[in-house]
């Protein structure tokens, strides 16, 4: 059950596009349509942002668009702004029937 | 509107047990999953058990497993996480989560606000 790999950091300025990477393994990110995206901004609980690899939930803005190829994952966050800085997480089912997390990007928006 | 409130963390020695409740409201309880997700201070989430509508199926992180247990009631709307044999690195913010599906395999759609569990001596 190792965590999916994240990069620890990522940055934009304002009205630019970020992606994070979430890359996991054939028993995981690989197998499954069952990943799902999460924002955590300091202090706060996480929210669900993107479901089922590319499925947005009601009151999120599309601007946040995810994908996956193969064992990796990706969310992009097109037009960035100030609130949209925060922690991000993917999450993934596994072969094991479990729930694996990513190690946490943070968003900083310049 | 969904609600889920932890109780029951606090401080313990190592060693030690200690049940976590959740109290959910504004769904219909039995029709969905249920899971706890910690977060240990400064660190990133952690998936540490799920458990189906009906109990039937129940998973654990493999950092837990034999140790803790989850359970749900029905009948009383609640969700709980048995922590026995606590280690220092247990320490971390549970939160308690609803699955989308009745399913565990289904992805977490709601959180709690946590309850801080710090194993020290």
């Known amino acids: 059950q190792s965590a999916l790999t994240q990069p620890p950091s990522v940055s934009g300025s304002p009205g630019q596009s970020v992606t994070i990477s979430c890359t996991g393994t054939?028993?995981?990110?690989?197998?499954?349509?069952?990943v799902s995206w999460y924002q955590q901004p300091p202090g706060t609980a996480p929210k669900l942002m993107i479901y089922e690899v590319s499925n947005r939930p009601s009151g999120v803005p599309d601007r946040f668009s995810a994908s996956k190829s193969g064992n990796t994952a990706s969310l992009t966050i097109s037009g960035l702004q100030a609130e949209d800085e925060a922690d991000y997480y993917c999450?993934?089912?596994?072969?094991?029937?479990?729930?694996?997390f990513g190690g946490g990007t943070k968003l900083t928006v310049l | 509107e969904v609600q889920l409130v932890e109780s029951g963390g606090g401080l313990v020695q190592p060693g030690r047990s200690l049940r976590l409740s959740c109290a959910v409201s504004?769904?219909?309880?039995?029709?969905?999953?249920m899971h706890w997700v910690r977060q240990a201070p400064g660190k990133g989430l952690e998936w540490v058990s799920g458990?189906?509508?009906?109990?039937?199926?129940?998973g654990y992180a493999d950092s837990v497993k034999g140790r803790f247990t989850i359970s749900r009631d029905n009948a009383k709307n609640s969700l709980y996480l048995q922590m026995n044999s606590l280690r220092a690195e247990d320490t971390a913010l549970y939160y308690c989560?609803?699955?989308?599906?009745?399913?565990?395999?289904?992805?977490?759609?709601?959180w709690g606000q946590g309850t801080l569990v710090t194993v020290s001596s």
């Open positions: 054939s028993s995981d990110v690989g197998s499954y349509n069952r």
């Open positions: 989560a609803k699955g989308r599906y009745y399913d565990s395999s289904a992805y977490v759609d709601s």
């Open positions: 458990i189906s509508w009906n109990s039937g199926s129940i």
């Open positions: 504004g769904f219909t309880f039995d029709d969905y999953a």
């Open positions: 999450s993934s089912y596994t072969s094991s029937s479990t729930w694996v």
